[in-house]
């Protein structure tokens, strides 16, 4: 039975022998990208090289890389989702296409892993209106031996990989299926049939699919492949579940020992989202983030306090991540040697946050006995009403399963029809913000998003300085994070342009200029030279917000109150928006 370092060790090497050079796993933070939280795929942190950008290291490279997706974190808790994975992959940068990419696949399941070709099963791009179907991969699996029933023609959705994001690599593929039901497997390979599970996926990358949704050709033709090791590891043993591996044996008998357990004979949703979460937390301190508010630092955050509430609903008291950690490091540390390097910090920032959590849950326990001290003794059918119970998960971080058991110890009941009322109205108040167009008034009269808007001014101000007076607002929003700003300039911002557009926003924030409000007639504010919103409808009597020589605008505010109050103002990202619209997203930071 091959455990996932021997899978991986055997995988790296087939490639090796193949002429690939063994790169590193990079950072699951990505560089240079400050859009995307966290490395998603093996392919990601090699996109410059897939451009056609030369790799030190060659044409043919393998490595084991480090991921983390968060989509579907609330999925975690299952048999089958993960936070972090590892993703083997073994590339060509304009070497071998198609042909090589399959034999080489192919060999290494049947004969390195032994797999059976009764087993297997693949999927070839079925071609739509836009390309021809893949007949070269399918004549290709045919030939060494694959049966032409078990070769299924998918459309786009299935055999077309990429971009990450909107814009990068991305190309047509084959996928590898194994089957986990009965054996044998059926003859006919049923795509539908979820007991046919995807193994390995070979990604023939010729396109480069551009801002405006077109496909280009890219410089050379690669090969992406990827295969997630936990998953491999998994169906090879024959286990219905990565958790049931010895990937997360380790973790799973410290946790016992923590909680002073004999091993359970099945691992309940708790134990998994602890030994999931902590397995990430542990790999995203070890490349340097450490939990915060927003971005990478709060997904973090996030896992971290997730364990903790799960943890304290197996009943654990004390201080326990630094121990799960610990095992991670010792189960990794020899392949990803930054985790030996970073043990201490990742132990102590662990403890840091679990001791800063569980000060809130303290406090939110206090919260909850004041509800409980509000109902007096002689009512009969004691209730936390859903917006308590609600209000103790939003504020003090306490699952609802934690609030139910704690109520029924004092013979209360917890509503828990309003509780998902509440919950409900509360996603809908977010989506609704989120989706709030920002126009002429503010959706969100938060200190925070003044600022933000502030910012969009004086950053109008400065793209008409630096790229011309041809450059006008053709849409803005705002959340609490970020300021996204759409404007007419018909080509791609320069760096050099970039650079020059933040220096004078910060210019103006240094300078800490006055912010002020007058209301006047529409037609004098047009006369006094003031910004107005080429499509927007304004009433006779205006706001114009002026700040200092740099900006004058119509506008319904609320801004700040001076340009000193916004901090430090970095652009993360500029692209197209639509054809002539350029697009910016910028955001604040504390100096
Ligand atoms: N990029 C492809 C994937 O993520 C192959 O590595 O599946």
Redesign the pocket.
Known sequence: MITAAEMRRKYIDFFKKHGHAEIKSASLIPENDPTCLFNT???QPLVPYLQGAKHPAGRRLTDCQKCVRTGDIDEVGDAVHLTFFE?L?NWSLGDYFRKEAIEFSFEFLTNELGIPLNMLAVTVFGGDAEAPWDEEAYKLWNSLGIPEERIAKLGRKDNF??PVGETGPCGT?TEMFYWTGPKPAPQKFDPADKRWVEIW?D?FMQFNRQADGTYVELSQRNV???MGLERITAVLQGKASCYDTEIFGGIFAELDKIRGIETPAERTAMERIIADHLRAASFIIGDGVIPGRVGAPYVLRRLIRRAIREGRKLGIQGLFTARIAKVVIDQYGEFYSELRTNAETITSELEREEKQFNTTLDHGMKEFQKMIDRVPAFVEHKVISGKNAFNLYETYGFPIELTVEMAKEQNFEVDLKGYEEAARKHQEMSRAQNEQKFKGGLADHSEVTARLHSATHLLQAALRKVLGTHVEQRGSNITQERLRFDFCHPEKMTPEQLQEVEKLVNDAIGRDLEITCTEMALEDAKATGAMAVFSEKYNDRVKVYRMGDVSCEICGGPHANRTGELGHFRIVKEESSSRGIRRIKAVLEAK
């Open positions: 795929a093996g392919m993703m992959g990989w990429g593929d996926n990604v992406d492949t990827g």
